[in-house]
């Protein structure tokens, strides 16, 4: 009960926190899964902007979260009409699923809830990123799940607060799969759609694959089905359409950005749209600007706080001048470090062989290729194996499988030569990015969404070239319906094993792991050591043996970690 609770809030909260967003933006969305997708993603990143901006002043603590989600689920409730709340009834049966008897990703004990108890217990904190580099990677969805923190459900209310933002985009996807319309209109984007949709289901369907990279990566699923559409089919949309929609698609952008770096690389597809669509950019520009302005500040001022860098650990964002910073620190949270140990980690590090190698020398020129070749490829070739089974079998059904000539059939719309070279040009795109990912940080938990898109795309040009003629629309809903099902019965299967589990995910440590306490500045800062990971604790927690030179002190009520 108190999970179906929690869902019940937080997904009215969210509702109600994004409906004030998008009337602000003006914003006029006819489709109600697009307008509850995009109102749970506002909502989020709302509540992650708030949340920065009153830990500047305060910790977000109860009252604070207790506030914040008492006011927005009033105003969720305001706006709520029948329709909304029979899909949010589904929205809480699934999201329950995911939640009920699962466990946490490993990456929660070790800094995801170690971070939000910080925030929870205290200001903003100088340097923070000394104590733990792992805190450098301040991510906006963090900030969320600390004013969602209410008093009751045992500090749990926030661990369903991810699951929406899944949801929310399964739904979108879903309804757009199961209308005719758009295999009759927007066959290729239907495509497109349809193997994202198998995506998300097959690679996510587990709560603990959720994290914070899948935020990112199911919503870069969303931008370029969504830029696809702009492009390829713009006739349907009016321009003042095109506008309110690529907006929004910017933020959803910087969502993914202020959650994990990496996703800037997205920044490529925006600009191949604004590249076709000068006229648009120069209507929006300026808003655009301002937009950003307003929504990446905050997250850049937490960022500089927290680690001297405005993202960390890229070392040319960083300053060496002031105290707190890690630019130049001997200590573990050096960026340049952390970059160069991220870098080769990412390599396969851990199967090299040749330990003669430091982590900067390992990444360079290619001297990592044949122990990834080794290990990490295998992995990337099992985990895409099912995506280029339903890639084979789509492209050999579409050509050769028959309609029954007694269903309906339907013509499939061909592409004029321009819009073929626009798919072609995106293809490109993604290529750069599976590029630079492959370059840099080639493993598949990072690259899931680059490689996928790529991949999808390849298919859509395949089928273009086919020619194809007629086909039937049945198939494909069956098929959506199938996979909503296996997903479905792969969480009651997880259920049925994990019985014994708590009924929520983890967030406490299942062991006494014998912490111990530093104290500093004549006894005014605490700092818990723990012997294992933190899991989730009110209070500044690490894992880290602290170095012997650290200096922690209070200045103005604010912790300053040097």
Same mark, same amino acid.
């Given at each position: 009960?108190?999970?179906?609770?929690?869902?019940?809030?937080?997904?009215?909260?969210?509702?109600?926190?994004?409906?004030?967003?998008?009337?602000?933006?003006?914003?006029?969305?006819?489709?109600?899964?697009?307008?509850?997708?995009?109102?749970?993603?506002?909502?989020?990143?709302?509540?992650?902007?708030?949340?920065?901006?009153? %830990?500047?002043?305060?910790?977000?603590?109860?009252?604070?979260?207790?506030?914040?989600?008492?006011?927005?689920? @009033?105003?969720?409730?305001?706006?709520?009409?029948?329709?909304?709340?029979?899909?949010?009834?589904?929205?809480?049966?699934?999201?329950?699923?995911?939640?009920?008897?699962?466990?946490?990703?490993?990456?929660?004990?070790?800094?995801?809830?170690?971070?939000?108890?910080?925030?929870?217990?205290?200001?903003?904190?100088?340097?923070?990123?000394?104590?733990?580099?792992?805190?450098?990677?301040?991510?906006?969805?963090?900030?969320?799940?600390?004013?969602?923190?209410?008093?009751?459900?045992?500090? %749990?209310?926030?661990?369903?607060?991810?699951? @929406?933002?899944?949801?929310?985009?399964?739904?979108?996807?879903?309804?757009?799969?199961?209308?005719?319309?758009?295999?009759?209109?927007?066959?290729?984007?239907?495509?497109?759609?349809?193997?994202?949709?198998?995506?998300?289901?097959?690679?996510?369907?587990?709560?603990?694959?959720?994290?914070?990279?899948?935020?990112?990566?199911?919503?870069?699923?969303?931008?370029?089905?969504?830029?696809?559409?702009?492009?390829?089919?713009?006739?349907?949309?009016?321009?003042?359409?095109?506008?309110? %929609?690529?907006?929004?698609?910017?933020?959803?952008?910087?969502?993914?950005?202020?959650?994990?770096?990496?996703?800037?690389?997205?920044?490529?597809?925006?600009?191949?749209?604004?590249?076709?669509?000068?006229?648009?950019?120069?209507?929006?520009?300026?808003?655009?600007?301002?937009?950003?302005?307003?929504?990446?500040?905050?997250?850049?001022?937490?960022?500089?706080?927290?680690?001297?860098?405005?993202?960390?650990?890229? %070392?040319?964002?960083?300053?060496?001048?002031?105290?707190?910073?890690?630019?130049?620190k001997t200590y573990s949270s050096n960026p340049v470090d952390v970059y160069d140990a991220g870098e080769a980690w990412s390599k396969d590090w851990p199967n090299k062989k040749n330990n003669t190698l430091n982590y900067s020398e390992y990444s360079k020129n290619f001297k990592w290729l044949n122990t990834w070749i080794d290990n990490h490829l295998l992995v990337i070739i099992k985990k895409n194996s099912l995506q280029l089974i339903l890639i084979t079998f789509l492209i050999l059904y579409l050509k050769y499988y028959k309609t029954n000539q007694s269903k309906i059939p339907i013509n499939i719309p061909k592409l004029n030569s321009d819009k073929k070279k626009q798919i072609l040009y995106m293809f490109f795109v993604s290529l750069i990015l599976l590029i630079i990912w492959f370059n840099k940080f080639p493993l598949y938990r990072y690259g899931v969404s680059f490689i996928s898109v790529c991949l999808a795309l390849i298919s859509i040009i395949i089928l273009f070239y086919l020619k194809l003629k007629k086909k039937n629309f049945i198939f494909f809903f069956r098929m959506t319906i199938l996979f909503f099902l296996i997903f479905i019965n792969l969480n009651l299967l997880k259920i049925y094993k994990n019985f014994n589990n708590t009924d929520w995910p983890n967030l406490y440590s299942p062991k006494n792991d014998q912490s111990y306490y530093l104290y500093f500045d004549n006894n005014n800062v605490k700092i818990e050591i723990s012997n294992d990971v933190c899991f989730y604790k009110r209070n500044i927690c690490t894992n880290y043996k602290l170095p012997d030179k650290l200096k922690v002190f209070k200045k103005n009520q604010y912790i300053f970690i040097n």
């Open positions: 009960m108190e999970i179906i609770l929690s869902l019940l809030i937080n997904t009215i909260s969210l509702y109600g926190a994004g409906k004030v967003a998008l009337n602000l933006l003006k914003s006029n969305i006819k489709n109600i899964y697009e307008e509850i997708f995009y109102t749970i993603i506002l909502g989020v990143l709302f509540s992650g902007i708030l949340s920065i901006l009153l %830990n500047i002043l305060i910790p977000i603590n109860y009252y604070v979260a207790n506030l914040y989600v008492t006011s927005t689920l @009033l105003i969720g409730i305001y706006f709520l009409n029948r329709k909304i709340l029979k899909i949010f009834f589904f929205f809480i049966i699934l999201g329950f699923l995911l939640t009920y008897k699962s466990t946490n990703v490993v990456d929660f004990p070790l800094y995801h809830s170690p971070y939000v108890g910080i925030i929870n217990s205290e200001k903003i904190i100088f340097g923070l990123t000394n104590i733990h580099f792992r805190f450098g990677y301040s991510s906006i969805i963090q900030n969320s799940l600390a004013i969602y923190n209410i008093a009751i459900f045992n500090n %749990n209310n926030f661990q369903t607060l991810v699951p @929406l933002i899944f949801l929310s985009l399964i739904f979108y996807f879903f309804e757009f799969l199961k209308d005719k319309k758009n295999y009759e209109k927007k066959f290729y984007l239907y495509i497109l759609n349809f193997i994202f949709f198998f995506i998300i289901i097959f690679n996510y369907y587990r709560y603990n694959s959720f994290g914070l990279d899948m935020p990112s990566h199911i919503l870069t699923f969303f931008i370029w089905s969504k830029v696809f559409d702009l492009i390829i089919y713009k006739e349907y949309f009016k321009v003042e359409n095109c506008r309110k %929609n690529f907006e929004l698609i910017i933020i959803v952008f910087l969502f993914t950005f202020m959650n994990k770096i990496q996703f800037l690389l997205n920044l490529l597809i925006i600009s191949f749209y604004f590249f076709k669509n000068i006229s648009i950019l120069k209507k929006i520009f300026i808003r655009l600007t301002v937009l950003t302005t307003i929504i990446t500040l905050p997250f850049f001022f937490k960022n500089f706080v927290n680690s001297g860098c405005l993202i960390y650990p890229i %070392n040319i964002t960083c300053d060496k001048h002031i105290s707190w910073g890690t630019k130049n």
